[in-house]
């Protein structure tokens, strides 16, 4: 996954600062296998609790060709994250809650599908739910 787009610096900037300073709540599809969460674009898997990602990669967006450093890339809303294109073709998805701080956020963009756009977050870390979390799992 890439963003299509990409919100300049100083749009960022005010985008969080509006948020929270605790936990936030961000969406992600993912595939389970062998009790665990794995990412659909990404060959590695999700350990409960804190996720460090490889950042040392540049992506370019989809529109543009701009960079931003590699990270988790999460939807701010469940409505959001089954706007998304790519859920036709993944139907052993689940969709799970996952938590980020703002200070971990290192790009915000846009998915842009059917006219819909969905702002998606990209963070250096993120914290990944038990599988025995119940409440964490959305379909």
């Known amino acids: 996954m890439c963003l299509d787009t990409r919100f ?26 062998d009790g665990r969460y794995f990412p659909l674009f990404n060959s590695g898997r999700f350990h409960v609790g804190l996720n460090h990602a490889n950042t040392r990669t540049a992506i370019t967006i989809c529109r543009g060709g701009t960079k931003y ?29 996952f938590r980020i701080r703002k200070s971990w956020i290192t790009a915000i963009g846009k998915q842009v599908h059917l006219g819909n756009e969905m702002i998606v977050y990209v ?17």
Do not use: C, Q
Not at 8 to 22: Q, R, S, T, W, Y
């Open 8 to 33: 300049k610096p100083e749009v960022e900037k005010k985008m969080i600062a509006k948020l929270p300073d605790g936990l936030i709540t961000v969406y992600r599809m993912v595939t389970r296998h």
């Open 69 to 97: 450093p590699a990270g988790y890339h999460s939807f701010t809303s469940i409505k959001d994250l089954r706007n998304w294109r790519e859920l036709e073709y993944w139907p052993e998805r689940r969709f799970v809650k």
């Open 123 to 139: 963070t250096d870390r993120i914290i990944s739910p038990s599988l025995r979390d119940k409440t964490a799992v959305l379909n």
